[in-house]
């Protein structure tokens, strides 16, 4: 059993900042690539931005120059930092990690955490 937990979302103004924490837990033998995505209403889930396990990140072209992705791979945990928010980053965000566990290997995703840029 394996499970992806979420924190950090919240309400934040524009021009604020967040941080989303995801940590990886349970039967895990090793913990690949991670990644976050969003999900705003009534659209489909988009990439942010992911990592691999040697720390290579990749981002979407809407949140470039304003969030950092980064892992910490002693604790499974990563990070996202998101800076200069616009309303338009308003969405449920999740975390996803390929993790494999002693048995075989899994496509993992966290329940989500919403973050919400209003005034």
């Known amino acids: 059993q394996v499970h992806l937990v979420e924190s950090g979302g919240g309400l934040v103004q524009p021009g604020g900042s967040l941080r989303l924490s995801c940590t990886a837990s349970?039967?895990?033998?090793?913990?690949?690539?991670m990644g976050w995505y969003r999900q705003a209403p009534g659209k489909l889930r988009d990439l942010v931005a992911t990592?691999?396990?040697?720390?290579?990140?990749n981002y979407g072209n809407s949140v470039k120059g304003r969030f950092t992705i980064s892992l910490d791979n002693a604790k499974n945990t990563m990070y996202l930092q998101m800076n200069s928010l616009k309303p338009e980053d308003t969405a449920v965000y999740y975390c996803?990690?390929?993790?494999?566990?002693?048995?075989?290997?899994?496509?993992?995703w966290g329940q989500g955490t919403q973050v919400t840029v209003s005034s």
């Open positions: 996803n990690a390929e993790i494999d566990t002693f048995a075989r290997r899994i496509d993992s």
């Open positions: 349970g039967s895990i033998f090793s913990v690949n690539d």
């Open positions: 990592i691999t396990k040697d720390g290579r990140a």
